[in-house]
């Protein structure tokens, strides 16, 4: 490895680091303003992990901290990801979690506004803000992505309908317990914050490849692209140039 590439890593890493506390910061400061000031449940098990301690303080009297319970349920998940996505992209997010929960339970409760629609929708707006952050320098923010990721990646399933239903029925158990006031904003907050989380994802957009070949290297091509559990289609054509046969193979990844 050159001299050149040494620093590139290390100015890679550096930075990486450098967003990851960042955005766990951000998340820890979102959690104990606006978040415990709507006495709302985020999606995920972040949301989990708030309906535990909530019911933990409603019906036994004792405050739970955030972190052991957030470590605790992604402990699993990690353990999935780590062998079917990769290591360094597994504990780059693991940093993530143990850093947010860490900073959560440090710092202390600061409600910035007590109206719940503002604290919906900025709650939101910052909370994926912070979780695009990580997908800038490719980490997520753990929990759900730790399934997401192999499902849709191995199994081609749309892994978030799974976890579309997931949120729904935690947030019926959050709207049964605590009032379905706090689950209707709770699922504007979750709204507001995959909104920005698509604004900002890099990799999370769609592209159409138009790819011109000839017939006896098409089938080469599309091998490969159906090994991304993508597929095509295939468009006979005529080249105009010399008047030979050829394939448009036409895909959206």
């Known amino acids: 490895m050159t001299k050149t590439n040494r620093q590139d890593r290390l100015r890679e890493f550096v930075i990486r680091v450098l967003t990851i506390c960042l955005s766990s910061l951000i998340v820890a400061v979102n ?5 415990a000031a709507g006495d709302l449940f985020p999606g995920g098990f972040t949301g989990i992990a708030r309906l535990i301690q909530r019911c933990a303080l409603e019906f036994g009297g004792v405050e739970l901290p955030f972190g052991p319970i957030n470590l605790a349920l992604n402990a699993v998940p990690a353990f999935i990801s780590f062998k ?3 290591k360094r992209f597994t504990l780059y997010s693991c940093l993530v979690i143990f850093l947010s929960s860490v900073f959560t339970d440090l710092m ?3 409600p910035i506004t007590e109206d719940v629609l503002l604290v919906c929708v ?13 997908l800038r320098v490719r980490v997520s923010s753990g929990g759900t992505d730790f399934i997401a990721i192999p499902l849709s990646e191995r199994k081609n ?12 029925c935690m947030l019926v158990v959050a709207g049964l317990q605590f009032g379905w006031d706090r689950a209707l904003y709770s699922m504007l907050y979750q709204y507001a914050c995959t909104q920005v989380i698509k604004m900002l994802d890099p990799d999370g957009r769609r592209a159409t490849l138009l790819i011109v070949t000839g017939r006896e290297s098409a089938g080469g091509v599309c091998a490969q692209i159906q090994d991304t559990n993508h597929t095509a289609t295939l468009v006979e054509g005529v080249g105009l140039y010399n008047g030979d046969p050829c394939v448009m193979i036409y895909s959206v990844v």
């Open 157 to 168: 399933i749309n892994a978030w309908n799974i976890i579309l239903c997931a949120n729904a």
């Open 108 to 110: 202390p409760s600061m």
């Open 31 to 35: 959690l104990k303003s606006f978040v």
């Open 84 to 86: 079917l996505v990769g």
């Open 122 to 134: 900025f709650g939101g707006i910052i909370n994926g803000f912070a979780c695009g952050l990580c």
